[in-house]
């Protein structure tokens, strides 16, 4: 995954079904419309921007990585990539699984510590991230029939652009905008989403993931 703000704070998941995977066929590629969702700026009946907002200066064309009213990229298309070699998910022990999600944390705190001066702009952008990653949360629970569970394996493969060599965080654009996410999108298969049993179990994970939370923030 791209790790440009990346803070994984945002939990597990609500609930709905969906039909089971599709089936597809080498060569194959499917255009799937995401529904619009909620991102976490509040919303009334008008348009939120932060263009420009309370006139700071980095925030000029703010809007226009992922598109108007598309804060969280909840409304980006999906276009599954078909390869030759099928993606399958692998079980890996959960200290590795941790160690790489904190890498990726610790790495954001230090895009947005570093690269982003107005504390107003921090909060944005981390609102922002955090909105990507509750339409993730949402792809896992299955909450539509039109989106799938997966990631964008162009954005993915610039990982390696985000550091340089000295170690220095890179000043590079890196070639795309918020609204290619998913243009290249590689769906593993292997998960045990099954339509009758994922909804009460997904529920309860969420369920006992946000007791944790709460147990936590309240020491």
């Known amino acids: ?30 255009v799937l419309r995401g529904a619009p969702l909620l991102s976490l700026q509040a919303r009334s009946n008008d348009s939120v921007s932060f263009n420009n907002y309370n006139n700071i200066s980095q925030l000029q064309g703010f809007d226009d990585f992922n598109g108007k009213d598309n804060f969280n990229g909840g409304q980006n ?4 990539v078909i390869k030759e070699v099928e993606k399958k ?13 904190a890498i990726l944390q610790e790495l954001a705190k230090r895009i947005i ?5 107005d504390v107003q702009v921090q909060t944005i952008v981390l609102q922002q991230h955090n909105g990507a990653l509750q339409v993730f949360r949402d792809d896992i629970q299955r909450k539509t029939v039109t989106r799938q569970v997966g990631f964008d394996e162009q954005v993915a493969s610039k990982f390696s652009q985000v550091v340089k060599e000295d170690g220095t965080l890179s000043v590079d654009d890196n070639g795309f905008s918020g609204s290619d996410v998913g243009k290249n999108l590689v769906v593993p298969s292997g998960n045990n989403w099954d339509d009758s049993t994922g909804p009460a179990r997904v529920q309860a994970a969420l369920d006992a993931s946000e007791s944790a939370l709460n147990s936590t923030s309240s020491q």
Do not use: G, H, N, W
Request: include cysteine.
């Open 89 to 101: 998910c692998e079980v890996v022990k959960i200290e590795i699984v941790q160690q790489k999600l």
């Open 113 to 117: 510590t570093e690269q982003i001066c």
């Open 77 to 80: 298309d999906q276009t599954i």
């Open 1 to 30: 995954m791209f790790a440009a703000p990346t803070v994984l704070f945002v939990s597990l998941l609500a609930l709905t079904s969906v039909a089971k995977p599709l089936s597809y066929r080498r060569e194959q590629a499917l």
